[in-house]
Antibody, heavy 118, light 107 residues
Framework: QVQLQQWGAGLLKPSETLSLKCAVH????????WSWIRQPPGKGLEWIGE???????HYSPSLKSRVTISLDTSESQMSLRLSSVIAADTAVYYC????????????WGQGTMVIVSS | DIQMTQSPSTLSASIGARVTITCRAS??????LAWYQQKPGKAPKLLIY???TLESGVPSRFRGSGSGTEFTLTISSLQPDDFATYYC?????????FGPGTRVEIK
């Protein structure tokens, strides 16, 4: 059974770079995209972007200029970097697996709360 | 970009009630529509994908239907474990969008 375990800095100042990692336990990278999704406190879900085993990436148009998602298959990890953060980037960030056959997020990480505050 | 709306935003219902949540897309999204259940402090859980396919392990009281721009999630007999927030999600042209959510409360 695939499990995703995520970690990273939880408190940032405005203009800093958010950096999160997500370890993939017990599964293959093949046939899937690996995504990041966020949820501001008390609000809905927002897709950030995805990457596959070949390094192909797709990003949300609203975040594209600040986002980098990478994949290290040798370490079974994926990473999220979001530059120039502002208070509106405060959210719980999730990593998740997307099956190419379904285009749905079937496995999720536990979530990491990131607060942006001066 | 495709925008998603959900109605109602909040729903109050009793145990055993039949519940229907509607999700509408701003343009046709074929059948790439999924539904999730989220409880406070937890990650969302996939219930249904490709409009109507039940994820493994999800109770059969959950049913998805629809096409084009209008989709529904029906819970045939609401159980205590079903009180949560439900989100729809679409996929189109390498982007994903979630609906704003429907909170299902105990009446």
């Amino acid at each position: 059974q695939v499990q995703l375990q995520q970690w990273g800095a939880g408190l940032l100042k405005p203009s800093e770079t958010l950096s999160l990692k997500c370890a993939v336990h017990g599964g293959s990278f093949s046939g899937y995209y690996w995504s990041w999704i966020r949820q501001p406190p008390g609000k809905g879900l927002e897709w950030i972007g995805e990457i596959n085993q070949s390094g192909n990436t797709h990003y949300s148009p609203s975040l594209k200029s600040r986002v980098t998602i990478s994949l290290d298959t040798s370490e079974s990890q994926m990473s999220l970097r979001l530059s120039s953060v502002i208070a509106a980037d405060t959210a719980v960030y999730y990593c998740a697996r997307v099956a190419v056959a379904t285009n749905a997020f079937d496995v999720w990480g536990q979530g990491t709360m990131v607060i942006v505050s001066s | 970009d495709i925008q998603m709306t959900q109605s109602p935003s909040t729903l109050s219902a009793s145990i055993g009630a039949r519940v229907t949540i509607t999700c509408r897309a701003s343009q046709s999204i074929s059948n790439w529509l999924a539904w999730y259940q989220q409880k406070p402090g937890k990650a969302p859980k996939l219930l249904i994908y490709k409009t109507s396919t039940l994820e493994s392990g999800v109770p059969s009281r959950f049913r998805g239907s629809g096409s084009g721009t209008e989709f529904t999630l029906t819970i045939s007999s609401l159980q205590p474990d079903d009180f949560a927030t439900y989100y729809c999600q679409q996929y189109n042209s390498y982007t994903f969008t979630f609906g704003p959510g429907t909170r299902v409360e105990i009446k």
